[in-house]
């Protein structure tokens, strides 16, 4: 087979439907991740235009340009969008883009997984869309503190709107985080093993790792609120023995995290980026490594600077005050890296190499007002000023936004296959970065001379005005330049012409394929020897097409690709991935119907759509069970691998892992604010306490014992392709059991929410019993696959995943009768 | 995959610790620690004090254990890594713990 038929066989398996039918069906990751990337851009310049309507706002002192009831609306709203629509997306879109295309392989591990959270994120961010132009938008400020944004407070449906539409699109982060971790651990090209993956594929490993830890206690203070909001569960309010200060934990738990988790993957993207421009490779490779893992756990000691006004023993505060004084350690690793390899090298001063420069100058100011802040006695003077919202915007608009567009000038070429012909980006780099300084460093200085933040309006002989007015205009600098961008990047697309395959003589394997790429990425998949694989072999990419590495040769209507072992990148097994379907987006919008009914109070929708979920996830994985039966094939160069699927660990099992790790994370965030109410919270112990009940207690301990054990015996027996019948049966009696003994327990704690103890464990409670649900239903799919399997019983790792969440439902239904059960014994 | 839990181990287990005295502040202060006298000092400052000492051996013994050839990684790259990792949570480890000596107190 030549090249060019291999090309077309290859077009043929991995392309979307032509069409409207295509932009809802396809799985690609080049699709997804470009239609990600296209609507943060638009949340972008949503988001942009509320700032521009803030800034408006504060040009002058005693405004009458909006309402300062529609002013909460504007400031939480730009927040809200910048954040969770715009930052974290645009990261979900370079990296489910990108990160096959330089890891060597042809698409992320689970394909639907990536529409699913695509069509979640489009779903969500709607709701809060809707919600901005119909004037019901959230107006408690982006973080939400109750409580003010409690019912009492904030009545109506605009906190609402938040706490339900954030949750959504968090959804989408979840899956995109799970599925950049597999991806990058198990889907690379063979040889490439850690030490030559690319560095933003180091720095994306980080930040899918950082949300799996990070926006868990975020979705569970939101759930805590909502139904404080929705059924008066008195989690935050402290006279009913809750603490608006738990939520403060939770919100800031996930908070501070989100600023590296936006910051990493730019700095993967200068990491990348700027040994190009300087024509040299990335000076100390392992220590930038090591400082973004550092950075990245460091920040998950820092939540607590959020809060140093709130009253907060001296020792806490000198604990969190340390460590935010340290982040600038490894942070400063990175960036002296970045001046090593600008030294040792030979810098050509290119368009993204200015934003580069750009991003140098503010995310260094940034990171020095951050210290300032970090002190205890000078963020006690700037707190809540707009010297803050200064500070904030130097680390995430210069730590991210220039990073950002660097990464979007460099890639741009590989995007679209263009040659960059129109010169306007270098005048909207100016605007930029002019405007943006601009602005922000006068927010600096009228923030400390005492300007609050939020401020619909402020008085005339404050002494404000033209710092406000100077800002307000530089603002606007700013906006015409990356309105010239946006108009920029258009033109480029639309008449730019035809570019080289590797204009900037970059080394990665993003170049090493036709421009813009083909759906399957890589005719072969590549064998990787080096960091910096096309600088090795200039002729790489030719090879590659010529078929001559594995998986050179299509089969039938197959998308093959590989997985390899993690550490060393040695081929493990052969992956089929599924092909086009409309069941991504079905199940986004069955999963969205669920939220819109708890929005709108229409609670009795909610259990239909989650049957609808739970329906939909069914048909999902019994449709990848219905691919046939492959056994051992030969992958290409005298290579024999097994099926994924037909392996003890499949991807399905390590992606398993990963969730649960997230929804672990959850658990505890929930066991934390049991023990901080417990502990800290105001009014405590409550007037009464849940007793003791030894038939629920042993009923619910045995039931997971048995199930946990049994499916361990299933797994056995799946190995030795024996009958799963008899352990399956036993299983599925325990977890009964287990549910059972949840749903005396569950009964009994709903007598006692009216008090923040008895919301608390009913919350622990219930979590636990969904669990048990989730477990029960999957050993039933189980059953059924055994049913149905005839000659082919449910493959090992089937059977393994659901001994994986059923080990979890035990460890959730164990732990959660224990600590509800004897609370009584522990006062 | 081993490879990567070496990697993380180290900061992971300072965050634990890190997590934990930040608790044990929290319990000890509700709990009237501060106000039961021990030996001169009070049972919170020796509850802290002691707990300061055994988070750092504890980070010690992780360091020790990644340099050991039981555990260390047979890549030089994870090996290295994980060791760079494992003094820089001892360093974190004794600034960011170091208030539980230095300021035990309730105030």
Known sequence: ?827 | MKDVVRIVIAMFVWLALFSALYGLEGVGCAAGWHRIPVNGATLFQAAMTLAFFVALLILVAVLAALRSPRFRSASPFVAHISVILAVAALVVGVWTLFPAVALSHCA
């Open chain 1, 1 to 827: 087979m030549n090249a060019l038929a291999r090309h077309r066989a290859l077009s043929r398996i991995w392309s979307s439907e032509p069409g409207w039918r295509g932009v809802i069906s396809t799985v690609n990751h080049s699709d997804i991740g470009r239609m990600f990337l296209l609507v943060a851009t638009l949340f972008f310049l949503i988001g942009g235009v509320l700032a521009m309507l803030i800034r408006t706002q504060l040009a002058t002192p005693r405004s009458a340009f909006v309402a300062p009831a529609i002013y909460d609306q504007i400031f939480t709203m730009h927040g809200t969008v910048m954040m969770f629509l715009f930052a974290i997306p645009l990261f979900e879109g370079a990296a489910v883009y990108l990160l096959p295309k330089l890891l060597g392989t042809r698409d992320l591990a689970y394909p639907r997984l990536s529409a699913y959270g695509f069509w979640c994120y489009v779903f969500g961010g709607l709701m809060l869309v809707f919600a901005l132009l119909a004037g019901l938008a959230p107006d408690s400020g982006w973080f939400m503190y109750p409580p003010l944004s409690s019912s009492a407070h904030s009545p109506g449906v605009n906190a609402d709107f938040w706490l339900i539409g954030v949750t959504f699109v968090e959804v989408s982060a979840i899956a995109a985080a799970v599925e950049i971790c597999v991806s990058i651990l198990k889907f690379r090209a063979p040889g490439m093993s850690l030490d030559l993956m690319p560095i933003f594929a180091w720095y994306a490993l980080v930040t899918a790792l950082m949300i799996l830890m990070g926006f868990p206690p975020l979705i569970l203070g939101s759930i805590l609120l909502e139904l404080e909001r929705a059924f008066g569960l008195p989690f935050f309010e402290s006279a009913l023995g809750g603490s608006p200060l738990l939520w403060q934990h939770l919100f800031w738990l996930f908070g501070h995290p989100e600023v590296y988790i936006i910051f990493l993957p730019a700095a993967g993207v200068i990491s990348t980026v700027l040994p190009v421009m300087a024509r040299t490779t990335l000076l100390g490779y392992r220590w930038v490594v090591a400082a973004a893992v550092a950075l990245a756990f460091l920040s998950f000691g820092l939540w607590v600077h959020h809060m140093f006004a709130t009253g907060i023993p001296h020792m806490g505060l000198a604990f969190f005050s340390a460590a935010s004084t340290l982040v600038a350690v490894p942070t400063g690793i990175q960036i002296f890296a970045w001046l090593g390899t600008l030294w040792k090298g030979q810098p050509r001063l290119t368009l993204p190499m200015l934003y580069i420069i750009g991003f140098f100058f503010t995310f260094v100011i940034g990171g020095l007002t951050g210290v300032m802040v970090a002190i205890v006695p000078f963020d006690w003077q700037a707190h809540d000023t707009a010297f803050v919202t200064a500070h904030l915007h130097y680390v995430l608009f210069g730590g991210f936004v220039f990073p950002m567009l660097a990464g979007l000038y460099y890639w741009l070429p590989q995007l679209t296959g263009r040659k960059r012909f129109f010169r306007i980006g270098e005048m909207a780099f100016w605007l930029i970065f002019l405007g943006f300084n601009g602005a922000f460093l006068a927010m600096h200085w009228v923030g400390l001379l005492g300007q609050r933040r939020r401020i619909a309006w402020y008085p005339v002989d404050a002494g404000w005005t033209a710092i406000n007015l100077f800002s307000s205009i530089s603002s606007f600098v700013m906006a015409i330049g990356v309105a010239m961008v946006v108009f920029d990047i258009a033109l480029h697309a639309l008449l730019a012409i035809r570019g080289s395959r590797n204009p900037w003589g970059a080394g990665t394997l993003e170049w090493a394929m036709p421009t813009p790429p083909a759906a399957y990425n890589f005719a072969s998949i590549p064998i990787v020897g080096d960091r910096e694989p096309l600088a090795r072999d200039p002729a790489l990419a030719n090879k590659i097409a010529r078929g001559e590495y594995f998986l050179g040769e299509p089969r039938g209507d197959s998308r093959e690709t590989l997985t390899v072992d993690a550490a060393s990148g040695r081929p493990e097994a052969l992956v089929i991935f599924p092909g086009n379907s409309t069941l991504p987006i079905t199940l986004a919008a069955a999963t969205g119907a669920a939220f819109l009914a708890a929005l709108i109070r229409a609670y009795w929708i909610v259990p239909l759509a989650l049957l609808l979920v739970v329906g939909i996830s069914l048909r999902w994985g019994w449709s990848q069970h219905a691919a046939a039966y492959h056994g051992i094939q030969n992958v290409g160069r005298a290579t024999l691998l097994p099926q994924a699927i037909e392996t003890d660990r499949s991807p399905g099992w390590w992606g398993s892992a990963f969730l649960l790790g997230a929804d672990a994370v959850l658990y505890g965030s929930l066991f934390f604010g049991y023990a901080f109410l417990w502990t800290v919270g105001p009014n405590w112990p409550p007037p009464q306490w849940l007793s003791l009940s030894v038939l629920e207690l042993a009923f619910g301990l045995i039931g997971a014992a048995v199930a946990a054990i049994d499916l361990h015996a299933a797994a056995r027996a799946a190995s030795r392709s024996a009958s799963l019948w008899r352990e399956l049966l036993i299983a599925f009696a325990g977890a009964a059991m287990t549910i059972a003994a949840l749903a005396m327990a569950l009964t009994r704690a709903a007598q006692l929410t009216d008090y923040a103890y008895g919301a608390t464990i009913f919350v622990m409670i219930a979590y636990a019993l969904i669990h048990a649900a989730i477990a029960a239903i999957m050993i039933c799919s189980l059953a059924y696959r055994t049913l149905r399997g005839g000659a082919a019983p449910p493959r090992t790792s089937n059977v393994n995943i659901v001994r994986l969440w059923t080990d979890y439902a035990a460890f959730v239904a164990a732990t959660s009768l224990i600590a509800t059960q004897f609370s009584s014994y522990l006062t």
